[in-house]
C-alpha cells in the first residue's frame, strides 16, 4: 500500500512540476493567458495589446501604485527592460546586465543575478537590457560582454552560458532573446565596430548552437556545426572586402510569425556609414550600392535559418538608419495576414505576411533625404540630402555638410510601438528631430569606432520633440497626436479597456483613451522612464507595471538635444500599479 501512496505522491510532484515549466503551447497563447507575459511583447506578434478589460477608460483614474522596488546600488542608467510575470515572480534585467526575480504580490526581492564583465567591453548605447526570455525551468538573458546566460527560474543559478561573440572587437548583447520550438534565438550588438550581424539559435535546454545565419552578403550560415548556405551573392551590392566588416547588427532581436512559422529580424545600418566607401553614393552597373542585407527586415526558417525573404527599407543606405525596428504581425479588416513596421528612416510600411512590400507612409514631419517611396518599396531618393563624398572635399578631408531629417536616432529608434486589435490602430513613439552630417575618411580597425561620418543632432520644433501617434495601417493617416517636449524613448502597451500606456523621459506614466488620445490618466516615476510597460491580471485585480529609469542613446548621442534635456534624474526602479476590485466598477 505504501508504494502506491509513494506512486501517487511522486506522480502529483512530477505533474505540479511539470505545470510550473513553460511551455511551447504558453508561449503562443502569452497574449489570452492573462495571468502571465511570459513574452517580451506580451505575444511574440509583438502586438503588444492585452485583452484584459477590468481596467478601462471609465475607472483607470483609479489606478494606485501597489508596490514599488528599486534596482539600488549605483548602477543607475538607462533601464529598457520589460516585466515578464510567471508562477508569482516577476523577472526583470537591469544595466550592466543584472536579472531580478521579485515576488509579484509584495515586491520583495527572491534572487537577483549580476554578471560579471571583463574590463573593455564596448557598448555603443548606454549599459543597457531590453529583458529576457522563459521556457521550461529556466530564464535567457544576454549580457553586455556578448554572452546568452541561461538561469534556474527559481533559484537564479547559472545552468549555462555561452559566448556569443568576441566583445573586443565591439560585438555586444541587450536584446532580449526570442524563444521558438525549443530554440533560443538571438542576434548580436556592435554596428558602430564593423561587426557582422548574424541570428544564432541555441538548444534551450543544453545551449547547445544549431544553426548560424550571418546577415551581410558573402558571409556562410552554418547547421549543426557544419557549413549551409551562403547569404546572399558576394560582391553583388558590395565592393571589394568591404562586406567581412559590413555591420548589420541584429541587436533588437526578432519576432515570430507563427502563421506563417518565420522568424523576423531587422538588420542593422551597413559599416561603415560613410556610404561613398561602400559604392552607395555612386552605384554601378555592376554594383547597386545596396549593401545587403542591412537595413533590412529578414524573415528567416526557425528550423534551419535558411533566409525566406528579405525587404531592405533603406538601400544605400547613408544616415545609420537602421532597419532594426520591430516587425508586428496583425490581420487588417479583411481578415488579410500582414506585417508592418515603423522604420528608423521616417517611413511607415505595411508589407504582406511573405515581406512583399504593400504601402508606406511618413510618419513623422519632416524627411529630407526621400521624397517617398515607389511602387516597389524603394525610396525616391533626394540625392543632395545625401551627405557629401570627403575625397571630392578640398583638402581630402570632411565632404559636405548635409541638414538631414529624421536624424541619425531615427523618427522611431528601438522603442517598440503597439497595435490594438480593437481599433485597427498603430500607436507609435516617434521624434521629430534632424541633424547636420558629414562624412569623413575611415578604415576598420578591430575593437574601434567604424564610422566615417560626423553628426549634430537638432531639435526640428521648440514646442516638442516626442510625439506618439495613432495611425490607420490601410490609409497611414495619423488618428491623433501626442506631443511631448522632450525625445520619447520607452515602450508603448494597448488594451482591450481602450487604454495606451507609455511614458517619458520627465518620468510621467500616462494612460491616454485610444480613440483621441486625451489624456485620462498619470503618475510621476520620479525618473525619466525608457522601459516597456505590461499588464496582467491576479485574483481579479488588473496590475500594470513599467521600470523607471532615464538613460540610453539620447544622453550619450544626443547633441544639441542631450543638452536640452541635461536635467533629467536617473534612477532605477519598478513601478507596479492596480485597480482595486471595489474600485473597478468606480466611474
Not at 178 to 207: D, P
Request: with cysteine.
Amino acid at each position: 500500500m505504501n508504494r502506491f501512496i509513494a506512486a501517487a505522491v511522486l506522480g502529483l510532484l512530477t505533474a505540479t512540476a511539470a505545470q510550473a515549466q513553460v511551455t511551447e503551447d504558453m508561449l503562443a497563447k502569452d497574449r489570452e493567458m492573462t495571468n502571465q507575459v511570459v513574452t517580451n511583447g506580451m505575444g511574440r506578434d509583438l502586438q503588444r495589446f492585452s485583452p484584459l478589460t477590468t481596467l478601462n477608460k471609465d475607472n483607470v483614474k483609479n489606478l494606485m501604485p501597489a508596490w514599488a522596488f528599486s534596482l539600488g546600488g549605483e548602477k543607475q542608467r538607462g533601464q529598457e527592460t520589460q516585466p515578464l510575470i510567471y508562477d508569482g515572480v516577476m523577472y526583470i534585467t537591469g544595466s550592466y546586465s543584472r536579472l531580478y526575480a521579485i515576488d509579484v504580490m509584495t515586491g520583495e526581492e527572491l534572487w537577483q543575478y549580476d554578471a560579471r564583465l571583463p574590463e573593455g567591453i564596448l557598448p555603443c548605447c548606454d549599459v543597457i537590457n531590453r529583458g529576457a526570455a522563459i521556457y521550461g525551468d529556466k530564464i535567457y538573458f544576454g549580457t553586455l560582454d556578448a554572452r546568452l546566460v541561461a538561469l534556474d527560474l527559481k533559484t537564479g543559478d547559472v545552468v549555462w552560458r555561452d559566448k556569443i561573440a568576441d566583445y573586443k572587437a565591439g560585438y555586444s548583447y541587450t536584446a532580449a532573446p526570442l524563444i521558438v520550438n525549443g530554440l533560443v534565438i538571438t542576434g548580436n550588438s556592435g554596428g558602430e565596430f564593423g561587426i557582422v550581424g548574424e541570428v544564432q539559435a541555441r538548444n534551450a535546454e543544453t545551449g547547445d548552437l544549431v544553426w548560424t545565419r550571418p546577415v551581410i552578403e558573402g558571409h556562410m550560415g552554418t547547421l549543426n556545426g557544419e557549413e549551409s548556405t551562403m547569404t546572399g551573392t558576394l560582391n553583388a551590392t558590395w565592393p571589394g572586402d568591404m562586406w567581412k566588416t559590413g555591420g548589420g547588427a541584429t541587436w533588437l532581436g526578432g519576432s515570430y510569425d507563427q502563421r506563417t512559422d518565420t522568424l523576423i529580424f531587422g538588420t542593422g545600418n551597413p559599416a561603415p556609414w560613410n556610404s561613398w566607401l561602400r559604392n552607395a553614393g555612386t552605384p554601378t552597373e555592376g554594383n547597386t550600392g545596396d549593401n545587403l542585407y542591412a537595413a533590412s527586415r529578414l524573415g528567416i526558417d526557425p528550423a534551419t535559418g535558411d533566409i525566406k525573404w528579405h525587404f531592405q527599407s533603406t538601400p544605400r543606405e547613408g544616415w545609420d538608419f537602421d532597419g532594426v525596428n520591430e516587425v508586428v504581425a496583425f490581420e487588417d479588416a479583411e481578415g488579410n495576414q500582414k506585417l508592418a513596421t515603423a522604420d528608423r528612416n521616417g517611413f511607415f510600411y505595411v508589407l504582406n505576411a511573405d515581406g512583399s512590400f504593400v504601402d508606406a507612409w511618413p510618419f513623422v514631419k519632416d524627411i529630407t533625404w526621400a521624397s517617398g517611396i515607389d511602387d516597389t518599396g524603394r525610396p525616391i531618393y533626394i540625392e543632395e540630402g545625401r551627405p557629401g563624398d570627403p575625397t571630392k572635399a578640398a583638402d581630402g578631408g570632411k565632404g559636405e555638410v548635409v541638414f538631414s531629417s529624421p536624424s541619425f536616432l531615427g523618427g522611431k529608434n528601438w522603442m517598440p510601438m503597439a497595435y490594438s486589435q480593437n481599433t485597427g490602430l498603430f500607436y507609435v513613439p516617434s521624434n521629430e528631430w534632424g541633424m547636420d552630417i558629414w562624412n569623413e575618411p575611415v578604415s576598420y580597425k578591430k575593437g574601434a569606432a567604424y564610422l566615417g561620418s560626423g553628426f549634430t543632432i537638432k531639435p526640428n520644433y521648440e514646442d516638442h520633440i516626442g510625439s506618439l501617434k495613432a495611425i490607420d495601417p490601410v490609409t497611414g493617416e495619423w488618428k491623433w497626436e501626442h506631443k511631448n517636449d522632450a525625445p520619447l524613448w520607452g515602450g508603448v502597451m494597448t488594451t482591450a479597456g481602450g487604454l495606451v500606456f507609455y511614458g517619458t523621459p520627465e518620468g510621467k506614466f500616462l494612460a491616454l483613451d485610444d480613440e483621441t488620445g486625451e489624456e485620462l490618466w498619470s503618475f510621476q516615476t520620479g525618473s525619466g522612464i525608457v522601459g516597456q510597460p505590461v499588464t496582467w491580471d491576479m485574483d481579479g485585480e488588473q496590475y500594470v507595471s513599467v521600470v523607471s529609469g532615464w538613460g540610453g542613446a539620447v544622453p550619450l548621442w544626443g547633441g544639441e538635444v542631450a543638452k536640452k534635456v541635461n536635467y533629467l534624474n536617473q534612477g532605477g526602479m519598478v513601478w507596479t500599479f492596480k485597480l482595486p476590485k471595489q474600485l473597478a466598477a468606480a466611474n
